[in-house]
């Protein structure tokens, strides 16, 4: 099974930068997309930031120009560097992935379409 774990949150002030990185492990064959997306209560999960293996990149608009995704297909991890950040990115950010091929454990290839996801690491304005 892929699984993946987000590290990098913490606490920061607006205008701090934060990276946070994505680490999937499993027998991965290919991840054809990665993206991170964010949370805050009472709100739907939303698209941060998306990268194909490829290396196209896709932004949500509030962080065009603050925010920049990037991969290491052959690590399987992803990163998002979040400069100028503002009060408003306090969210729980989560790694997924869609479209991945694996083995599981029995051997067998397996390729998912959408939906796995990471536990999420938290980004927090400490004032």
């Known amino acids: 099974q892929v699984q993946l774990v987000e590290s990098g949150g913490g606490l920061v002030q607006p205008g701090g930068s934060l990276r946070l990185s994505c680490a999937a492990s499993g027998s991965i064959l290919s991840i054809n997309a990665m993206g991170w997306y964010r949370q805050t209560p009472g709100k739907q999960r939303e698209l941060v930031a998306a990268?194909?293996?490829?290396?196209?990149?896709k932004y949500a608009d509030s962080v065009k120009g603050r925010f920049t995704i990037s991969r290491d297909n052959a690590k399987n991890t992803m990163y998002l560097q979040m400069n100028s950040l503002k009060p408003e990115d306090t969210a729980v950010y989560y790694c997924n992935t869609d479209d991945v091929s694996y083995r599981d454990d029995d051997g067998v290839v397996t390729r998912r379409y959408f939906g796995v996801w990471g536990q999420g690491t938290r980004v927090t304005d400490p004032s």
């Open positions: 990268i194909t293996a490829g290396g196209n990149t």
